[in-house]
């Protein structure tokens, strides 16, 4: 009887583990095979795979894990394809993980043609990851090393459970523990958080690589005045000096804005950046290579004294390639 139960017990794990990876896999291979045909009908056959990374170009578990599972798929040999092998030769992860290539932006032309001279690729493999609490968005797309021309992209839905939870969990996790560590560390240097309008914070709470710039922020507080604060540092990774516009209000459409925990929206009065203030709706300002730049954002005061933030939204228009975008933060602890 005990024999029985036991291998009764060990099937239905068994089928649990593989409906779960049946889940993912089976979009995955079905990436496969239709992005597979399409290179190979384009004549590519060395390809580099990066990890997939999120909307603000972070590098998560989940990301490197399901770009892991993809290469594989991509080398079995005639198992996947109706046709026999479609000859595709992937770089190593270590290869290319030494390339140097962080995604903290889109892929430019001249980081395409570095990364074919060194390894003589044809097409880079890139994905995104949009997380949601009960499924995850994959988009895949092949380009073309030599044109930056896509040559195929697609979109899955991923269940968010098992295997893949379980990475993301350790991503939020690890982010959860360092902002508990930075804030116990402040807490214990003799009232170094007790800080005026006028003093920097040189923490960093978190931070976000988008549109190549570097955004950090350094912490939120309520001011003397009531109104909440936020301090942020920008530093322009781009290879020429840059003007980033910070928006108050873009067009009645696109707004810097902040929420508390209750879903209470505060709208931005007020920019501070290299010593300039706002003029009218948004504060211009060019951001030389590699420096530094010190920003404060001021809200409106609704009288609400609140210790966390749950979203901070900042508007952002890049003049030289004209875009509109935004880098937001969350669930951000209040400074004392």
Same mark, same amino acid.
């Given at each position: #009887?005990? @024999? @029985? /139960? ?9 089928? /649990? ?11 995955? =291979?079905?990436?496969? +095979? ?19 990374? %999120? ?45 140097? *290539? ?21 097409? *880079? ?11 995850? !968005?994959?988009?895949?797309?092949? +380009? ?6 896509? &040559?195929?992209?697609?979109? +899955? ?40 309008? %006028?003093?920097?914070?040189?923490? &960093? !709470? ?10 950090? /922020? ?10 909440? *604060? ?8 781009? =290879? ?20 508390? #925990? ?28 590699? !420096? ?21 939204? +900042? ?14 933060? @969350? ?6």
């Amino acid at each position: #009887m005990k @024999k @029985k /139960l036991w291998i009764v017990v060990t099937l239905f794990f068994s089928i /649990l583990l593989i409906t779960e990876a049946n889940g993912y896999e089976k979009e995955l =291979k079905n990436i496969a +095979v239709k992005m597979g045909r399409k290179i190979a009908d384009s004549g590519k056959k060395k390809l580099a795979v990066f990890a997939f990374k %999120d909307e603000n170009f972070q590098e998560k578990k989940v990301g490197d894990f399901l770009a892991g599972k993809l290469t594989e798929l991509m080398v079995q040999k005639g198992k996947i394809y109706d046709s026999a092998d479609l000859g595709f030769q992937i770089l190593d992860k270590a290869v290319t993980d030494s390339l140097g *290539v962080n995604q903290e932006h889109n892929l430019t032309m001249e980081e395409l043609k570095e990364i074919r001279k060194k390894t003589g690729v044809e097409a *880079v493999v890139l994905g995104t990851l949009k997380v949601g609490e009960d499924k995850i !968005i994959l988009t895949v797309r092949t +380009v073309d090393a030599e044109s930056g021309m896509v &040559i195929y992209s697609m979109s +899955v839905k991923l269940a968010n459970q098992g295997k893949l939870k379980g990475l993301i969990g350790q991503d939020e996790g690890k982010k959860e523990k360092k902002q508990e560590k930075e804030i116990v560390e402040d807490s214990n240097n003799d009232g170094a958080s007790e800080i005026s309008e %006028d003093d920097f914070p040189s923490r &960093i !709470i978190d931070k976000k690589k988008i549109q190549g710039f570097l955004f950090e /922020l350094n912490g939120c507080r309520i001011g003397d005045d009531e109104r909440p *604060v936020c301090y942020l540092t920008f530093t322009n990774l781009k =290879k020429i000096d840059y003007n980033l516009d910070i928006f108050i209000d873009y067009n009645h459409r696109y707004y810097t804005e902040l929420y508390d #925990m209750e879903g209470k929206k505060y709208m931005s009065q007020e920019v501070e950046a290299a010593g300039k203030a706002l003029n009218l709706n948004s504060l211009r300002n060019l951001y030389v290579q590699k !420096i530094p730049v010190q920003v404060k954002i001021y809200f409106e005061n609704k009288g609400s004294n609140f210790s966390k933030i749950s979203l901070l939204k +900042v508007c952002l228009y890049g003049v030289h390639d004209y875009k509109q975008f935004f880098v937001e933060f @969350k669930n951000i602890p209040v400074m004392k």
